[in-house]
């Protein structure tokens, strides 16, 4: 795919179709650091973003479409993750209203701007990007309910639930990851989406402590990358809670309940 021709492409779409209002470039494009395998996040805002959604032309002329994502997302807008060959384009319809209400933490560049809000549009300090205490409980309550039932699976001998129940503690793992490096390095500091770029914004120590919490599909090993998981999590999350001034909280507790269900697997000769 030639995503400068696309976005050109796009581009004279939205210009000469009066629903469209703006379009927002957003993500590695925006910011001039697109690895070669980057996606191109592109936010559409429309008077009525009904018709675009039914609509697939809009996007279907950008290249050689391979599958697409239609996602209702809770609490954002409906997206349309196209996959072309040789590139991707994510593509978010937004109603036009919501435009300036809209925030950002990291760049963003201004492609279409029918009716001159783009000067009220900024990119906001990721302040608001760490957690108050509730947050921060609630996420930890997530992560080791998870571990817990990890756990229950590998015990069980569940090997594809467990693989399962690891992806949700691996998900509130990342989180807490996110907060501490922002806790410690500052708000600004850059920690991207889904771990993407972690080479260059997460600290080696955590790298290498990541490296041990992933493990094969047998209990055993899988069992000893859940000990270096929730390890790991209980670091953090205990270093996070002192720099924010949070309870404390008890992980050694919920530690030995994970140890007593694994030690619930039945013997191997």
């Known amino acids: 795919m030639d995503y400068d021709r696309a976005i050109e492409t796009l581009t004279a779409w939205a210009r000469n179709d009066e629903n469209v209002r703006a379009m927002v470039m957003t993500g590695s494009a925006a910011a001039h650091e697109a690895h070669p395998l980057s996606d191109r996040d592109i936010e559409i805002y ?23 994502e239609r996602l209702s997302i809770p609490g954002w807008h409906p997206s349309r993750l196209v996959y072309y060959v040789g590139g991707k384009l994510d593509l978010t319809v937004i109603a036009a209203a919501a435009l300036p209400s809209i925030r ?36 930890v309550d997530w992560g080791y309910a998870a571990a817990l039932m990890c756990a229950k699976a590998i015990a069980r001998d569940e090997p594809w639930s467990s693989k399962i ?27 991207r989406f889904l771990g993407s ?43 996070i809670a002192d720099e924010l001034g949070f309870l404390p909280i008890d992980h050694d507790r919920i530690h030995r309940e994970v140890e007593a269900i694994l030690a619930l697997r039945p013997e191997v000769d």
Request: some cysteine; glycine content about 4%; proline content about 3%.
């Open 46 to 68: 429309a008077t009525d973003p009904a018709p675009l959604l039914a609509d697939d032309s809009w996007w279907n002329q950008l290249g050689d479409v391979l599958v697409v």
């Open 104 to 139: 950002r933490e990291r760049p963003f560049s201004v492609l279409v701007d029918k009716d001159g809000v783009s000067g009220s549009l900024r990119q906001e300090s990721a302040e608001s990007a760490l957690p108050d205490e509730a947050a921060f409980r609630e996420r």
């Open 165 to 191: 129940r690891d992806r949700d503690l691996k998900a509130s793992l990342l989180t807490v990851i996110e907060w501490d490096h922002r806790v410690r390095h500052g708000f600004d500091h850059d920690v």
């Open 197 to 239: 770029r972690m080479r260059q914004w997460m600290d080696a120590d955590v790298q290498q402590a990541l490296e041990q919490c992933w493990g094969r599909f047998d209990a055993e090993d899988s069992a000893k990358a859940l000990r270096a998981s929730i390890h790991l999590f209980a670091r953090l999350g205990t270093r």
